[in-house]
């Protein structure tokens, strides 16, 4: 079945290309009914917790395996990914105008890309599809972008390149050192961990900092952000939901996987630089998003802030901050896919991303207000969201950590940092009230009297907020089981 | 071992070249002629080469000025099959007319010589045969004026490396006595003056920075089949006499040379790189592809700790990937090119031509080093290698180059789907 499920995602591109162009809406649906199959497909094979391994070796003395594999770390993304791409190939349809078939295709191209990175197990690979994974993005936001998409699209590429470019190059030198080492010439995850005992910490230093590096531009952490509210802006809703939701979380997702489990004794050296620079990031992020007025951009740089407290979570060695930041990256995807999401549908009936330019939208969209008020508070970590769960579970593990730094070893300084990071609560809190402040009950302007007859959502556009939110509430109120896999699964990384 | 069976692949190009004027002066009009007489005599080399390979065919002929060997024969069949292509590349002129097929295995037989060669004195005759073709065929492109610039330009530059070549060769043998290609190091000034002049000579015509800037003057003159002929078959016999002269001459590695060659690989390949970005032609864009392209397969030359095989193996590899790549830029580029040379033609070519403009995208990635186009996988490869061998740092800084390089290719690939970038 897994082998079917891969096969399937495969040749979804091929399928969407022998479809004909003219026939947009049959493109869509197929598009669509591919992705929920596989959405199916993916929740059953994944509840029934079978092992899903595929692996086909192309070169052995080159070490080159086509190796796939459903861990714990990837499970809930795989789900998160076929989650949301159905609700991204719906919203498409309203919101892309031209180029329909070519649209339906980046996106099934995309699907597969971003799939095969999450399961790729051979370094090799997995930079291969890292790296391939930009091309459909940068299609995306250069044909369906805003006025300004050119300057984002190449923004986009070339940060994004830098990074794995330079990650190449540490993927390439682990290799060797490997051979060197061990004489066996592979680019497998599973005998590269061991060099975490026997490559001396010097070298084991330059090659973190290139990972990291290729990571943190993707998640996007100051100050390598600048590519993210330019492609967010200029992107096409589905776009940046696309981006939000799984692009980002890709960032994160190769942290774990390959720095804290290639490096752990760098990352244990450096932890106290690595968490001041994610808090401050986040900090940062929170504080840009409060002064913004484009709507977008406000929702940008709060993702930022997000996957900020998201990676103090990755770097504190504690098992509930750990767990807590897998299940932020999930919080994270289902509430800013649902926020880009009402900003695309905003746009599509106003034209306009001012946050002056709104107003009153309780009364006039109604079904609107009550939903987004809802996601807001996702966005603000209100109990009992998802929000809050991740967020919860990540100050409890940073605090307890810095407590205990305090007590052993009268550090102060982590107890300083993690302290600071529950600054980004208020700040978020502050600048989504502002957003949900002028958007649904600000002050009627002039601009605004005269959108009073503006359509309020229909049925489809209320269900992809339905679906969005069932999850947010669930997993915000019973996180638990989630929690539990993870704890299993991170007990590999020594965690003291 | 007979000689002419050894040579069979070289008489058969030579009894082609001799029937070419039989045509002219017969009269003969028929238009099929040429091509049928030009791809018999290359299918028939491309045969002869294979069986040869078959039976590991190893002689030195001519007193050591000659050799045949398994090795070099594979060398010859990439060579002689990389010419093909060029008959898909439409462009209006030429077509049915002998000359044209004349001068290309004219050029074939030169580079088979080069191949071949056991000495400095055929290398020589070879890089002259490769070299005089090629005047009049940049001569005979598609705008009269710019085509004889280029061919004047490229006749100069030929010929001052060719007397470059000389020189070397004259030092090398007045310091050693020698002229075969195994020979002996010595710690004789002029000899190593005599090894730089060679290496140079045939940096120049690789197109190698400082040595490259009559390149894009030259491929904009020309049409795209000798553009593609310049980059290929032209560029893939100089390296591969390069890896000849590394290989016989193991001493050779043992002054600076590896020094000059990664620092002028690591130029070629910036400043091909920079260079792309601010092109508006698109022949002086593939010029500069090409210049940042033999950067990265000249990097494989200063590799020492593998068999000289493998190398061998890496640049069939790369030029067959690079051919492939260059033709999935410019077959569908067609016409296109005859008519006029700007990139900005390319602008809106999805909406006029959607497969061709596929095609093209796939070709620039693939150039660009893009996973999972062939072009990436090769130069992981390179990479891979000189990083075996302790060059982490050059590997490095080449990587960081093609970085650069990354943005022009999607410049060409994004201005195809929605518009250039207003500078």
């Given at each position: 079945m897994f082998k079917f499920t891969l096969g399937l995602s495969l040749f979804l591109p091929l399928i969407l290309l022998l479809l004909p162009s003219q026939k947009e809406r049959v493109v869509a649906w197929v598009n669509m009914g591919i992705q929920l199959l596989l959405l199916a497909l993916f929740f059953t094979m994944l509840t029934n917790s079978e092992l899903c391994e595929f692996s086909f070796t192309l070169s052995e003395s080159l070490g080159l395996h086509y190796h796939l594999l459903i861990d714990e770390f990837n499970k809930y993304l795989i789900l998160l990914t076929a989650l949301i791409f159905p609700l991204v190939t719906y919203a498409s349809i309203d919101f892309i105008k031209t180029e329909k078939k070519l649209f339906h295709l980046m996106l099934a191209l995309s699907y597969l890309l971003i799939v095969q990175t999450f399961l790729a197990q051979n370094l090799l690979f997995f930079y291969a599809f890292w790296e391939c994974s930009i091309v459909p993005m940068f299609f995306i936001i250069g044909i369906w972008g805003g006025g300004n998409r050119l300057l984002a699209t190449y923004k986009f590429v070339l940060f994004t390149a830098l990074g794995s470019i330079l990650m190449l190059a540490a993927i390439l030198f682990l290799v060797v050192a490997n051979y060197k080492i061990s004489g066996v010439f592979t680019f497998e995850l599973q005998p590269l961990l061991r060099l975490q005992e026997t490559l001396p910490l010097s070298a084991q230093r330059w090659a973190f900092l290139a990972f990291a590096f290729a990571f943190m531009i993707k998640i996007p952490v100051p100050p390598f952000h600048t590519w993210l509210p330019y492609a967010h802006v200029e992107a096409p809703a589905p776009g940046s939901m696309l981006l939000a939701a799984i692009l980002l979380k890709m960032g994160a997702y190769g942290f774990i996987k390959f720095v804290l489990f290639l490096f752990p004794a760098v990352v244990e050296e450096w932890r106290l630089p690595l968490m001041a620079i994610f808090v401050l990031g986040a900090l940062y992020g929170s504080a840009l998003a409060f002064v913004q007025n484009d709507i977008k951009k406000i929702v940008a740089y709060s993702s930022i802030g997000h996957m900020g407290i998201l990676m103090l979570g990755l770097v504190t060695p504690s098992e509930s901050a750990i767990s807590g930041a897998m299940l932020s990256m999930l919080g994270h995807g289902l509430t800013s896919a649902a926020l880009f999401y009402s900003i695309g549908l905003l746009y599509e009936r106003l034209h306009t991303r001012d946050l002056f330019h709104f107003g009153e939208l309780a009364t006039t969209m109604p079904r609107f207000s009550l939903l987004f008020f809802l996601i807001t508070l996702s966005a603000m970590a209100v109990p009992p969201t998802l929000g809050f769960a991740s967020e919860f579970f990540i100050f409890l593990g940073a605090i307890s950590y810095s407590l205990k730094m305090v007590i052993t070893s009268n550090h102060y300084l982590f107890i300083a940092v993690s302290g600071a990071a529950m600054l980004t609560i208020l700040l978020g809190t502050l600048y989504s009230l502002r957003l949900v402040k002028y958007l649904l009950w600000g002050k009627k302007s002039e601009a605004s009297l005269l959108r009073a007859g503006v359509r309020d959502l229909n049925l489809g556009e209320c269900s992809v907020f339905t679906v969005l939110l069932l999850f947010i509430f669930v997993l915000g109120i019973y996180p638990q089981f989630i929690i539990e896999s993870f704890k299993l699964a991170i007990k590999g990384l020594s965690i003291s | 071992m007979n000689i002419f069976y050894a040579l069979l692949p070289e008489n058969i190009l030579v009894l082609a070249l001799l029937l070419f004027p039989m045509i002219e002066v017969l009269k003969l009009k028929s238009k099929a002629l040429p091509l049928t007489a030009f791809l018999l005599a290359t299918v028939g080399a491309l045969a002869v080469l294979a069986i040869h390979y078959q039976q590991a065919l190893e002689v030195t002929l001519f007193y050591g000025h000659y050799q045949v060997s398994p090795n070099l024969q594979a060398i010859k069949f990439l060579l002689t099959f990389s010419l093909l292509p060029i008959l898909l590349l439409r462009e209006q002129i030429f077509i049915g007319h002998y000359k044209y097929y004349f001068l290309l295995l004219a050029l074939l037989y030169g580079s088979m010589v080069m191949i071949s060669s056991g000495s400095f004195i055929t290398l020589f005759v070879g890089l002259a045969l490769l070299s005089i073709p090629l005047f009049p065929l940049i001569l005979n492109g598609p705008i009269q004026k710019e085509s004889s610039e280029s061919a004047i330009?490229?006749?100069?530059?030929?010929?001052?490396?060719?007397?470059?070549?000389?020189?070397?060769?004259?030092?090398?043998?007045?310091?050693?006595?020698?002229?075969?290609?195994?020979?002996?190091?010595?710690?004789?000034?002029?000899?190593?003056?005599?090894?730089?002049?060679?290496?140079?000579?045939?940096?120049?015509?690789?197109?190698?920075?400082?040595?490259?800037?009559?390149?894009?003057?030259?491929?904009?003159?020309?049409?795209?089949?000798?553009?593609?002929?310049?980059?290929?078959?032209?560029?893939?016999?100089?390296?591969?006499?390069?890896?000849?002269?590394?290989?016989?001459?193991?001493?050779?590695?043992?002054?600076?040379?590896?020094?000059?060659?990664?620092?002028?690989?690591?130029?070629?390949?910036?400043?091909?790189?920079?260079?792309?970005?601010?092109?508006?032609?698109?022949?002086?864009?593939?010029?500069?592809?090409?210049?940042?392209?033999?950067?990265?397969?000249?990097?494989?030359?200063?590799?020492?700790?593998?068999?000289?095989?493998?190398?061998?193996?890496?640049?069939?590899?790369?030029?067959?990937?690079?051919?492939?790549?260059?033709?999935?830029?410019?077959?569908?580029?067609?016409?296109?090119?005859?008519?006029?040379?700007?990139?900005?033609?390319?602008?809106?070519?999805?909406?006029?031509?959607s497969t061709r403009s596929s095609f093209l995208s796939f070709g620039l990635l693939s150039l660009a080093g893009i996973p999972p186009f062939p072009g990436f996988w090769i130069k992981i490869v390179i990479m891979g290698y000189l990083i075996k061998c302790d060059y982490t740092l050059v590997a490095v800084i080449a990587f960081l180059a093609s970085y650069i390089g990354i943005y022009p290719y999607f410049k060409v690939m994004g201005g195809q789907f929605f518009g250039a970038i207003k500078h």
């Open positions: - | 330009k490229y006749i100069i530059i030929d010929s001052t490396l060719t007397a470059l070549f000389l020189l070397g060769i004259a030092f090398i043998y007045f310091a050693s006595g020698k002229m075969d290609l195994t020979i002996i190091s010595s710690d004789n000034v002029l000899y190593r003056f005599g090894c730089l002049l060679l290496l140079l000579s045939l940096f120049i015509k690789l197109a190698i920075v400082p040595f490259h800037p009559w390149s894009p003057d030259v491929y904009e003159g020309c049409d795209n089949r000798i553009l593609y002929i310049l980059s290929v078959t032209v560029k893939a016999t100089i390296v591969f006499v390069l890896w000849k002269i590394f290989a016989n001459t193991a001493n050779f590695l043992n002054y600076p040379w590896q020094a000059i060659i990664i620092t002028l690989s690591i130029a070629s390949i910036l400043v091909g790189n920079l260079s792309l970005i601010k092109q508006t032609s698109i022949k002086r864009f593939f010029a500069y592809s090409s210049i940042a392209h033999m950067g990265y397969i000249t990097l494989i030359l200063v590799v020492t700790n593998v068999s000289i095989e493998t190398i061998a193996i890496i640049i069939f590899a790369y030029f067959a990937i690079y051919s492939i790549s260059m033709l999935l830029c410019l077959l569908p580029l067609g016409n296109l090119l005859a008519s006029a040379d700007q990139l900005s033609l390319l602008e809106q070519f999805h909406q006029r031509s």
